[in-house]
């Protein structure tokens, strides 16, 4: 599933924070999360992301 100006969604910005997780507080990145589901994405989006951040990062493609 690809979507669309990916880079301007709440999905992107987990995307981007989870690659980061190391440099990231834990209580902020599941606040990144939660807002990303409170948006309209789905655990299951979130999940798909945390499986192959890269291509999503890059291409906007979800994982399957």
């Not at 209580?27 to 999940?47: M, P, S, V, W, Y």
């Amino acid at each position: 599933m690809k979507l669309l100006r990916h880079w301007e969604t709440h999905l992107y910005t987990y995307a981007v924070s989870y690659a980061n997780r190391a440099r990231i507080v834990p209580e902020n990145l599941a606040k990144i999360r939660k807002k990303a589901i409170n948006h309209g994405h789905t655990e299951a989006q979130c999940l798909a992301v945390e499986t192959d951040t890269s291509r999503f990062i890059i291409l906007g493609e979800l994982s399957k």
